[in-house]
């Protein structure tokens, strides 16, 4: 599929539609607002904006370092919950560490409950943590609106919910009752990973996108990578595939098959919205001859763990990832909850996300930039 041709041509569509009048026009004017939105804006030549994307991305050294002004400690020795969505996703698991080592700099406990990969288990450690009535709560990867009564029962007792990767966009959810959400702009990490297939490929990726539809933030992930690569004419989004993440080491067998089997060479390349998809891939790649360093060639528009980076590190089937600073995210998320237990506004601070590949790959298992993140929040917390 072209959707370099198709894209413009379903935009102008829907314009065309928009000026005949009638009683669909706003739902019509929504639709190509959306649309439109999700790619940048101003770009005329997308090999040219995709590799300057990249080598910003990989000489870059700005987007890491917090406001400096916020309030002081709050209610030390208080304890907080951090409801995990997965605590096998890398991820999950290396924000939960960061905001157990932030938190210690307050004087705060924390709890962390699993919700093991499931809706039910994520409602089990939700309501288990609302139960225990603590000073705060974390939803650790798993969107808000799924447990939207619960937290707002939490917000009736008085108890500040503040998420990670909760939504897809940064910021209050008001509607959800989240005080703030902490993430990178999905639509940023989403260009970047569709950005470093056009500029590999020299404009002729032809490319499969996994997602999770599970997750308001995946499934707008992916179509912002399908409607980035479609600025791009000679490259072919040859399909969108939704596959649970969760489900990732039973499904990618037989759906990596089918893919090689259907697309041959055409298949260049595999984005998809978390790396656990390309751990899952390896065994069905291998069995099929394909290189470990490809085609297909694999980037993840996910948030960047330890498991990712080995496989960049090695070149053992992935190629590239789309880092979050994950630790200070996790610092992040705590200065958000002694924000609200102050009775103070978020911080609005939205961190930039990194493009990794074997070049600059990290040599621990997390993306932790330089910045002295942790002395600006020290310094904020203790007043100094």
Not at 242 to 257: C, E, N, Q, W
Not at 292 to 298: L, R, S, W
């Amino acid at each position: 599929m072209q959707l370099g041709r198709i894209v413009p041509l379903v935009v102008a569509g829907l314009l065309a539609s928009a000026c005949t009048g009638g009683p669909q026009n706003a739902v019509v004017n929504q639709a190509v607002t959306e649309r439109i939105a999700l790619v940048p804006p101003g770009i005329h030549d997308a090999l040219a904006d995709a590799r300057r994307r990249v080598a910003d991305s990989l000489e870059g050294r700005s987007g890491f370092v917090p406001p400096a002004q916020g309030p002081r400690a709050q209610r030390k020795g208080g304890t907080i919950a951090y409801v995990a969505a997965d605590l096998t996703n890398g991820g999950v698991t290396a924000v939960g560490a960061a905001v157990t080592e932030a938190a210690g700099e307050i004087g705060w406990h924390v709890m962390t409950l699993d919700g093991k990969g499931t809706a039910q288990g994520r409602a089990d450690a939700l309501d288990r943590a609302v139960t225990i009535r603590p000073d705060g709560i974390v939803l650790g990867g798993f969107d808000a609106t799924e447990q939207a009564a619960t937290i707002r029962q939490a917000a009736a007792l008085g108890i500040p919910v503040v998420g990670w990767h909760a939504g897809p966009a940064p910021g209050p959810i008001p509607a959800a009752g989240v005080f703030a959400n902490v993430t990178t702009d999905p639509l940023q990490v989403a260009w970047l990973a569709a950005a470093y297939a056009v500029a590999d490929s020299n404009g002729t990726a032809g490319v499969v996108v996994l997602t999770d539809s599970t997750y308001q933030v995946a499934a707008r992930k992916a179509e912002a990578m399908r409607a980035y690569l479609g600025l791009c004419s000679g490259c072919a989004v040859l399909s969108a595939e939704d596959s649970p993440i969760g489900d990732a080491d039973i499904s990618m067998t037989g759906l990596v098959s089918s893919l090689l089997r259907r697309d041959g060479s055409r298949l260049g390349y595999l984005l998809a919205v978390n790396g656990n998809y390309f751990g899952a891939a390896k065994p069905e790649l291998n069995n099929a001859g394909k290189p470990a360093a490809g085609p297909p060639v694999a980037v993840a528009a996910g948030d960047g763990d330890a498991a990712e980076f080995q496989r960049v590190r090695d070149g053992d089937h992935q190629a590239a990832t789309v880092a979050e600073p994950l630790v200070l995210q996790g610092w992040q998320v705590v200065d958000e909850l002694n924000r609200a237990l102050a009775g103070r506004p978020s911080s609005g601070f939205v961190a930039t996300p990194a493009l990794i590949t074997r070049r600059n790959v990290p040599a621990g298992d997390v993306f932790d930039p330089p910045s002295g993140y942790r002395d600006v929040y020290r310094k904020m917390w203790n007043g100094s």
